[in-house]
């Protein structure tokens, strides 16, 4: 059984620049979960995808958009990128689209913003 | 809506060791509570998932409690051990939100 993997582990970018990060989720799991994490703060809820739709939103802006493939795979993207969004963003993966389980996180995409 | 609390922020402790590490909310309408592990610049691995309805899980050397009614949880490390160093969070699953709702994390520190 494989875990929660993502793409890529670090990465930098400039203000204004776009990105795109990647998850698959763990074997099993069609729920995916993208979370923000600042330096010394828990993570902040972003959105979750189940069967490739959006079915919850955390407050973070348009910018931040997401997918889900057929595979259950996931990306999050976001747009005219801020010094803020400088972050360690994680990605986590379930079964089921509501409440039930624990969650699975992957180790985290680090980005800096210059 | 939904806050967590996790208290002390950090905490150094020499090996051998049984600690407690708390976490409080606000809304008590959960489903579930889940306790984390996270290494410096690392994921999170989850140790325990403790259900509405239960009072308690184990795994090991660890022990989380849950009181519902009062916006309680704790973590219980017995015998702790430098391996134990690292973040650990906690988190709430609402019924307002459905939405995963994270503490700031405990540091723990366990020296030789």
């Known amino acids: 059984e494989t875990g929660v993997t993502q793409s890529p582990t670090h990465l930098i970018k400039t203000r204004g620049q776009q990105v795109t990060l990647r998850c698959s989720s763990q074997s099993g799991h069609n729920t995916v979960s993208w979370y923000q994490q600042a330096l010394g703060q828990g993570p902040q809820f972003i959105f979750q995808y189940y069967r490739e739709e959006e079915n919850g939103r955390g407050n973070f802006p348009p910018r931040f958009s997401g997918l889900q493939f057929p595979n259950y795979s996931s990306e999050l993207n976001v747009n005219a990128l801020e010094l803020d969004d400088s972050a360690l963003y994680l990605c986590?993966?379930?079964?089921?689209?509501?409440?039930?389980?624990?969650?699975?996180f992957g180790e985290g995409s680090r980005l800096t913003v210059l | 809506k939904q806050e967590v609390t996790q208290i002390p922020a950090a905490l150094s402790v020499p090996e051998g060791e049984n600690l407690v590490l708390n976490c409080s909310f606000t809304?008590?309408?959960?489903?579930?509570l889940q306790w984390f592990r996270q290494d410096p610049g690392k994921g999170l691995t989850s140790l325990l998932l403790i259900q509405s309805s239960q009072r308690e899980q184990t795994s090991g050397r660890l022990n989380a409690s849950l009181d519902k009614s009062s916006g309680r949880s704790t973590l219980y490390i017995a015998a702790s051990q430098p391996g134990d160093s690292a973040t650990y969070l906690c988190?709430?699953?609402?019924?307002?939100?459905?939405?995963?709702?994270f503490g700031t994390g405990t540091r723990l520190q366990v020296f030789p």
């Open positions: 986590a993966s379930s079964l089921g689209a509501g409440p039930t389980g624990e969650l699975f």
């Open positions: 809304d008590s309408a959960i489903y579930n």
């Open positions: 988190a709430v699953l609402s019924y307002n939100t459905d939405k995963l709702i």
